[in-house]
């Protein structure tokens, strides 16, 4: 019996042009070379588009209340085609409906936990690169955004998802 990686079934439910996309992103890239600039440049537009539809798709489907990325600039892109610079995605999301399960979770040590939004983008974004020699790694930071300086009030309300994209 084969497994099939989580993200593999959420991608298609939170991104449903996914599989087009990426089919159509795969097919331009089969004749040119892993670290060609278009191959780059093509592979990390996909890459933002599939995680702007994810992070839309999280909102309207009630998972989280507010999913936003930060905005590359484009000299930071020509950096990373030049292999000069990695790209850094900073995602908020806010009210996470699986927040309180992870944090449970977590705590009682395991370490599988329903941490929907990073494993679609993640994947997502591995997929898109999938044909470059690109590094995609991504952690995540539980945050107050209430600030006191009592840590026994200490209440987690955001998951900040920091995705990083090495230019190796």
């Known amino acids: 019996m084969t497994t099939v990686p989580v993200s593999d079934k959420l991608l298609p439910t939170l991104s449903p042009s996914s599989q ?22 093509n592979g990390i537009i996909v890459a933002l588009d599939l995680t702007d539809e994810i992070l839309k798709s999280l909102v309207s489907n009630g998972l ?12 930071i892109l020509v950096d990373w085609t030049d292999d000069l610079a990695d790209i850094q995605l900073s ?9 309180s399960s992870q944090v449970l979770l977590q705590e009682q040590g395991f370490r599988v936990y329903p941490d929907l939004g990073r494993f679609a983008i993640t994947s997502a974004i591995q997929k898109s690169l999938a044909s470059t ?11 107050d955004t209430g600030y006191s300086s009592d840590p026994d009030l200490f209440e987690v309300k955001q998951v900040l ?5 090495d230019s190796s």
């Open 20 to 41: 087009v996309r990426l089919t159509d992103l795969s097919s331009k890239q089969e004749k040119s070379k892993p670290n060609a600039k278009e191959t780059l440049e």
């Open 64 to 75: 989280v209340a507010l999913a936003e990325r930060n905005a590359i600039d484009n000299e």
């Open 91 to 99: 995602i908020p999301l806010d009210g996470d409906i699986t927040l």
């Open 133 to 143: 020699n690109q590094k995609v790694s991504s952690d995540e930071y539980y945050m």
């Open 161 to 165: 998802l920091n995705i990083v994209i």
